[in-house]
């Protein structure tokens, strides 16, 4: 009698004890779902509030050559002035938008444009990119172009340009240049080319968290005659258009800078001082939703994984010294390799070297790999998977990269560049991707790869550093691919353990990235 108790004392435990697992993995499939929930309402909230941004206002997509200009007015308004606007180094038009969208609102017709080599352009840029004759001429010649073309077409008493980092140095040149343009503003300044009376009243913006430009530009009004300048006062006289302002944008870095409504309420006040008018500053959050539309995609991925089926497999034994070597080896070499031989897939150099350096990393690494790991890949695929993958990370946040951070969508020229950069992309997002699924610790395996593979760019751009320089953003967007592309993927992969169909996926999302968003350049 007594064991029966206790064993039904036991079992009674056990049924409660599964009772009490059941409704914590009930509440737990709440709350997930609740929080799905959540985010997909931020989502539709954040396309909301973006849209509204620009109900009063119309963008038209012209050409003038063969640059893409984008013009935003404000509907059924009377127009104050033309403002032009021009975006740094591997930006586009996109970058400016916050900018544009304020001063639009202000009753002003904002130009932006793409250089050469950037967003939508479909020509590269060329020329020395260590003198002022070189690439930074070319610049000035084409923003030249786009200033005498608006101001013939259009007869406004009041102009303005507006330059970002590389474009501030641009501006400023041009500006000077052009005695219609009745003010420049440099925003986080790289230039020596400010005088003291060319250009007329120029305005120097740089983020709080810019140290070494807001010295610089202090530099720059000592170096025209202004004794002991300081951060936001007012130097040189309105009657002769000489008035020179530096100051900086609270809370903002080198992009951030140009999604602050602090900056948009400084342009708005300036150019009302400047046009001695009186517009109504109506300021926008367009950095603040896109980041919130993108950020909510990305968790609420994060979280739709958890309810999905897990498929485990058996995972291979890791070998560091098998790892380490060939690894060491397969991105040491291509480097060196590179600097006195290499195929030729496209005119862009900095492109064509990465694609070189992709396949032959590729190609050392597929040796590393027993051949009934490669051989398993084929049978694995699912087309599902990799279609879901492709539209989420190349149309979802693709779209909202294009529309307000940079170009981020295949057009023209750069539709060839991705098929060949999918030559390299691919192959080597696969192999990264078996690292972390067949072994044991594969996610230090895959990130210790990824360093490696950083490590041998890096090198490449020191041996050549006049040719490959483009490289260096090149690196930077492979890391932004790794920490947001790379880290969904492997959510999935931990689920679904299909190495080919998310490898692949990667593969073609970081070709998408390079053909897109990596400036176009040639000798």
């Given at each position: 009698m007594a064991a029966n108790a206790v064993l039904l004392g036991t079992l009674s435990i056990i049924?409660?004890?599964?009772d009490k697992l059941y409704l914590l993995k009930s509440y737990r499939n709440f709350l997930y779902k609740a929080f799905c929930l959540l985010l997909a309402s931020l989502i539709i909230l954040s396309f909301g509030k973006l849209k509204d941004y620009e109900n009063n206002l119309t963008s038209v997509k012209e050409f003038v050559g063969n640059t893409p200009v984008t013009l935003t007015f404000k509907d059924n308004a009377a127009t104050s002035g033309i403002v032009f606007l021009a975006h740094g180094f591997a930006g586009s038009t996109s970058f400016m938008r916050p900018i544009a969208v304020a001063l639009a609102e202000a009753g002003y017709l904002t130009v932006r444009f793409d250089f050469l080599g950037h967003g939508r352009h479909p020509l590269p840029y060329s020329g020395d990119i260590t003198t002022i004759e070189g690439a930074t001429q070319k610049f000035v010649n084409q923003t030249n172009e786009i200033l005498f073309h608006y101001l013939t077409k259009y007869d406004y008493s009041f102009s303005m340009i507006i330059g970002h980092s590389m474009a501030s140095d641009i501006i400023v040149r041009s500006a000077s240049l052009n005695p219609s343009i009745k003010s420049a503003v440099a925003i986080s300044a790289y230039t020596d080319a400010l005088k003291a009376k060319e250009p007329k009243n120029t305005l120097i913006l740089n983020g709080q968290w810019e140290p070494q430009l807001r010295a610089k530009s202090l530099e720059i009004l000592k170096n025209i005659g202004i004794d002991n300048p300081r951060e936001g006062r007012f130097y040189g006289r309105a009657n002769d258009n000489t008035i020179r302002k530096v100051d900086f944008i609270?809370?903002?870095?080198?992009?951030?800078?140009l999604y602050s409504k602090r900056t948009q309420k400084e342009l708005i006040d300036w150019v009302?001082?400047?046009?001695?008018?009186?517009?109504v500053f109506v300021g926008n959050n367009i950095g603040i939703w896109t980041g919130i539309l993108f950020f909510s995609g990305f968790f609420l991925f994060i979280t739709l994984t958890k309810f999905l089926p897990l498929k485990t497999s058996g995972k291979n034994r890791f070998s560091y010294i098998r790892f380490f070597s060939i690894n060491i080896f397969a991105c040491a070499l291509p480097p060196f390799i590179l600097y006195h031989f290499k195929i030729n897939y496209v005119e862009f150099p900095a492109h064509n070297h990465l694609i070189n350096q992709m396949i032959l990393v590729s190609i050392i690494l597929f040796f590393s790999f027993p051949f009934t790991q490669i051989k398993a890949l084929i049978s694995s695929f699912n087309?599902?998977?990799?279609a879901f993958l492709f539209i989420l990370f190349c149309v979802f946040f693709g779209t909202i990269l294009d529309n307000y951070v940079s170009s981020f969508l295949l057009n023209g020229n750069r539709i060839p560049l991705f098929f060949s950069c999918?030559?390299?992309?691919?192959?080597l997002m696969i192999l990264m991707q078996m690292y972390y699924d067949n072994y044991s610790y594969g996610w230090i395996a895959g990130n210790i790869f990824k360093l490696f593979f950083i490590i041998s760019l890096s090198t490449s751009i020191l041996l050549d550093i006049s040719q490959l320089f483009i490289m260096g953003y090149a690196i930077i967007l492979f890391l932004a691919f790794a920490l947001i592309f790379g880290f969904l993927s492997n959510m999935v992969s931990k689920k679904y353990n299909n190495t080919l169909s998310v490898g692949l996926a990667n593969g073609v999302a970081l070709?998408?990235?390079f053909s897109t968003a990596l400036p176009l350049y040639v000798n």
């Open positions: 049924q409660k004890s599964k609270e809370n903002a870095d080198h992009v951030g800078v009302n001082l400047i046009n001695e008018d009186k517009n087309l599902q998977l990799f999918l030559i390299g992309t691919v192959p070709a998408w990235t």
